[in-house]
């Protein structure tokens, strides 16, 4: 009973933030279910379910609004009751906090509206995640240069659905990305983070004063990976 009032509690405050801005369906509510493992088949305990509306595609854009929230169980199960928006951004977020991939369904809820109001996502499969920390430091004198970049795949899947069909053009998951910068006298030094699934290969690239570039591969084996390159 107490989780029942605090549920209705939640909408009415949801209501009074996003009645000016989002076109909510009058007394309708949908369910969110399915159970999350990782990439061994365990359960995943403890991940946030958010269901959103006007949702950018990598990360929360300035007008997105969260229409209902709720955790997976300790066998990786999760079901959420929401409010329900008709919007061509509506999204289903699934995070697994510092140690997991984040997860994104997206759907045209204008255009579609799922069988008995419930979005079974099923089984929804994340990847443990490290984070590499990496230092690009000059200990040369005056005039040298070096330009970097690491080649990763990225711990972010986003699926993209036409009803209950998959478009793989507009999904994007577990993508490679480069990052890389030139570094020199007037910006000698380097630090950041970024995180990537655990056990993958990090393509490193280099090249000191315009020299041919090396390639080095980086195996990322633990949580949290440190790596420094003097030039």
Not at 177 to 188: H, M, T
Request: hydrophobic share 30%; glycine share 6%; proline share 2%.
């Amino acid at each position: 009973m107490k989780l029942l009032i605090r549920f209705f509690l939640s909408c009415c405050v949801l209501l009074t933030v996003v009645s000016c801005e989002v076109h909510l369906e009058d007394d309708t509510r949908v369910l969110v279910e399915g159970t999350i493992i990782d990439q061994n088949n365990s359960p995943v305990s403890n991940a946030k379910i958010s269901v959103q509306t006007r949702r950018s595609s990598y990360s929360e854009g300035e007008n997105q609004y969260v229409l209902g929230e709720g955790y997976s169980n300790s066998d990786g199960a999760f079901s959420v009751i929401s409010l329900y928006d008709g919007d061509e951004d509506f999204a289903i977020e699934i995070d697994g906090g510092d140690k997991y991939s984040t997860y994104v369904y997206k759907t045209n809820t204008i255009n579609y509206t799922p069988t008995d109001l419930t979005f079974d996502l099923e089984t929804v499969s994340l990847k443990k995640t490290a984070t590499f920390n990496y230092n690009m430091v000059k200990t040369s004198g005056e005039s040298n240069t070096l330009r970097y970049s690491f080649k990763y795949v990225e711990g972010f899947c986003l699926e993209y659905y036409e009803g209950a069909t998959l478009n793989e053009y507009q999904s994007s998951c577990y993508q490679e990305r480069v990052i890389g910068q030139l570094l020199n006298d007037n910006n000698p030094d380097n630090e950041w983070s970024f995180r990537l699934p655990l056990g993958e290969v990090i393509e490193f690239t280099y090249s000191i004063n315009d020299e041919p570039e090396i390639t080095e591969l980086i195996t990322i084996n633990q949580d949290s990976y440190d790596f420094t390159f003097t030039y």
